[in-house]
């Protein structure tokens, strides 16, 4: 097996990289909360290198998700919510010592099922309708379309 063309590689570089990035965003945003006394400027220079960090691993994680067709930008989406309320908890119980509420563990299970009927196509197949191309490129190239034809 050739690791260097295998989509399986692509696969676990976008969905790390994805994580990495959201895991640093999310971290960010909730960083200086146990600070009550910081100023705006105290604030935003804590928190600004996990956004700048979060724009650079999750630009290479789309760049990544798009040219190798591994999900389309509603997909890039769902999984940003995913993973973003997955470490809110994650913050929430840990970080912030809050109580986790069964309500918000069903609320993560709607959205891993929303995530899957999205990625998986499985209304389409369900209703026997062809799987939608993701991501083909224009003639010159540059912009990202969905394909819904039959």
């Known amino acids: ?3 260097g063309n295998s989509k399986i590689i692509y696969y676990v570089l976008y969905y790390a990289l994805f994580a990495i990035g959201q895991a640093l965003s999310m971290w960010g945003q909730y ?7 910081l ?3 105290q604030a935003f220079s804590m928190a600004i290198p996990f956004a700048w960090s979060n724009w650079l691993f999750t630009t290479f994680a789309i760049d990544i ?9 509603t997909q890039d989406t769902f999984l940003l919510i995913v993973l973003q309320f997955t470490y809110l908890l994650i913050i ?3 970080y912030l010592k809050k ?3 069964k309500s918000d563990l069903y609320a993560l299970f709607i959205i891993l099922i929303g995530y899957a009927v999205s990625l998986f196509h499985l209304i389409s197949k369900a209703l026997g309708k062809k799987e939608p191309k993701l991501n083909k490129k224009t003639e010159d190239g540059e912009e990202f379309i969905l ?4």
């Open 1 to 3: 097996m050739n690791l």
């Open 147 to 150: 394909d819904n034809s039959p």
């Open 92 to 94: 929430n119980r840990f």
């Open 65 to 73: 998700g798009h040219t190798h067709d591994i999900a389309s930008p």
């Open 39 to 41: 100023t705006y400027w």
């Open 99 to 101: 109580h986790i509420t």
């Open 31 to 37: 960083v200086t909360l146990p600070y009550t006394n």
